[in-house]
């Protein structure tokens, strides 16, 4: 009975923190066409919009919550179950992100014709059987840290094709995968205790970097929600947007706290990722499957400490100023490193006036397209 009670907690507790609407977290760049360089919305519309506030207020108050049952008596119960149900994937979780990280790209070899994501594209056949190379390099720990040079080795190749700015979504999630790969097989215990801690902050910035998109470019999410309605659970589209930006990006700053908040920030978020493939498939899957791989590792991670401000993280009331700080630091960087791209009105590329956000971009004409046609090539 008493291991009943510790389960349905532990479900109520993740219950409330996957509680926003995110099963749209296909990246959108993925499905639907996009201008990196429009003007994005200014960050004055985005913080007088009250379903910004109201999604903040609601994670502070879940996260609050799950920190002061982390320090009650039920905290340390609910860690023992979670290493219970996960303690045979711990055991082999350095196998497991080997195999999950070597199934990736052995999977975008077989697709073909992108980097590393589906909308970095490239006609170059021989990025695949880099990927390839990447692969049969993971199989053995001396040669693991060449995998991760070929990791950054293939994000740089991409940008002779596109833009930093748009680049920055997989570089931090990049260089926390190559970092792993480099320091696993280290003799070096001390550096080696680290490798979880280089996957997870990458992942974790790689999220919160990326969620900024759904309050920049909240447009580019309109043809996904036209095509697929059913993603938005009948809520207007200018209410589940910005909610379901708020949630990646707190959920992604959980991942970056105390033990219990961040395993059950990688569970909400696990479920999330898991969901969005049944509407957006394989490709879906193929793409953030890096991700999951690393969800799982941080629901699975039995160190129960706290290596980055451990006092501070500590109280429950650095959780809002925790949040608030990350906001401000993640925002001005990047409107500020976009305006520092394009300028403060943007720029498309195009030779007109217009700043669409959504067209097709004849210098890559590879580019992604809406299913519904959005972004196809003008006809002539």
Same mark, same amino acid.
């Given at each position: 009975?008493?291991?009943?009670?510790?389960?349905?907690?532990?479900?109520?507790?993740?219950?409330?923190?996957?509680?926003?609407?995110?099963?749209?977290?296909?990246?959108?760049?993925?499905?639907?066409?996009?201008?990196?360089?429009?003007?994005?919305?200014?960050?004055?519309?985005?913080?007088?919009?009250?379903?910004?506030?109201?999604?903040?207020?609601?994670?502070?108050?879940?996260?609050?919550?799950?920190?002061?049952?982390?320090?009650?008596?039920?905290?340390?119960?609910?860690?023992?179950?979670?290493?219970?149900?996960?303690?045979?994937?711990?055991?082999?979780?350095?196998?497991?992100?080997?195999?999950?990280?070597?199934?990736?790209?052995? =999977?975008? &070899?077989?697709? +073909?014709?992108?980097? /590393?994501?589906?909308? %970095?594209?490239?006609?170059?056949?021989? @990025?695949?059987? !880099?990927?390839?190379?990447?692969?049969?390099?993971?199989?053995?720990?001396?040669?693991?840290?060449?995998?991760?040079?070929?990791?950054?080795?293939?994000?740089?190749?991409?940008?002779?094709?596109?833009?930093?700015?748009?680049?920055?979504?997989?570089?931090?999630?990049?260089?926390?995968?190559?970092?792993?790969?480099?320091?696993?097989?280290?003799?070096?215990?001390?550096?080696?205790?680290?490798?979880?801690?280089?996957?997870?902050?990458?992942?974790?910035?790689?999220?919160?970097?990326?969620?900024?998109?759904?309050?920049?470019?909240?447009?580019?999410?309109?043809?996904?929600?036209?095509?697929?309605?059913?993603?938005?659970?009948?809520?207007?589209?200018?209410?589940?947007?910005?909610?379901?930006?708020? =949630?990646? &990006?707190?959920? +992604?700053?959980?991942? /970056?706290?105390?033990? %219990?908040?961040?395993?059950?920030?990688? @569970?909400?978020? !696990?479920?999330?990722?898991?969901?969005?493939?049944?509407?957006?498939?394989?490709?879906?899957?193929?793409?953030?499957?890096?991700?999951?791989?690393?969800?799982?590792?941080?629901?699975?991670?039995?160190?129960?400490?706290?290596?980055?401000?451990?006092?501070?993280?500590?109280?429950?009331?650095?959780?809002?100023?925790?949040?608030?700080?990350?906001?401000?630091?993640?925002?001005?960087?990047?409107?500020?490193?976009?305006?520092?791209?394009?300028?403060?009105?943007?720029?498309?590329?195009?030779?007109?006036?217009?700043?669409?956000?959504?067209?097709?971009?004849?210098?890559?004409?590879?580019?992604?397209?809406?299913?519904?046609?959005?972004?196809?090539?003008?006809?002539?």
């Amino acid at each position: 009975m008493r291991s009943g009670r510790h389960f349905l907690l532990l479900c109520l507790l993740a219950g409330a923190v996957a509680f926003f609407p995110m099963p749209a977290d296909a990246h959108v760049k993925w499905f639907a066409p996009y201008i990196v360089g429009a003007a994005p919305q200014s960050i004055g519309t985005v913080l007088s919009d009250p379903w910004f506030w109201i999604g903040l207020a609601l994670v502070v108050v879940f996260f609050s919550v799950t920190r002061l049952v982390e320090t009650s008596r039920w905290g340390e119960r609910i860690h023992d179950g979670l290493d219970y149900v996960t303690s045979p994937l711990w055991k082999r979780i350095d196998d497991y992100i080997r195999v999950t990280v070597g199934a990736f790209f052995v =999977a975008i &070899f077989s697709v +073909g014709g992108v980097y /590393l994501t589906p909308d %970095l594209k490239t006609p170059a056949e021989w @990025v695949s059987w !880099l990927q390839l190379l990447i692969a049969a390099l993971i199989f053995y720990r001396s040669t693991m840290p060449l995998a991760g040079i070929g990791i950054i080795a293939l994000w740089l190749l991409a940008l002779r094709d596109y833009d930093l700015f748009h680049l920055f979504d997989y570089l931090a999630l990049g260089v926390g995968i190559a970092g792993y790969l480099v320091i696993e097989p280290s003799k070096n215990e001390a550096l080696r205790s680290h490798r979880f801690e280089v996957l997870r902050w990458g992942l974790a910035i790689a999220l919160m970097w990326s969620s900024l998109e759904k309050f920049a470019f909240p447009g580019w999410f309109y043809p996904l929600v036209e095509e697929k309605p059913f993603l938005t659970f009948g809520m207007p589209r200018d209410v589940f947007i910005p909610m379901a930006g708020i =949630a990646e &990006f707190t959920m +992604g700053f959980g991942l /970056l706290w105390t033990p %219990l908040v961040r395993r059950l920030s990688a @569970v909400a978020l !696990l479920v999330i990722f898991t969901a969005a493939v049944w509407p957006f498939g394989r490709i879906d899957l193929i793409g953030h499957g890096l991700i999951m791989a690393i969800l799982v590792a941080v629901a699975c991670d039995q160190y129960r400490i706290t290596r980055f401000l451990p006092s501070l993280k500590m109280h429950a009331p650095a959780i809002p100023g925790g949040i608030a700080a990350a906001m401000a630091l993640f925002m001005t960087a990047y409107w500020g490193l976009h305006a520092g791209f394009y300028g403060a009105d943007g720029f498309t590329g195009s030779p007109t006036d217009e700043r669409a956000t959504h067209s097709f971009n004849e210098e890559h004409p590879h580019g992604p397209k809406s299913d519904s046609g959005i972004g196809a090539p003008p006809t002539k």
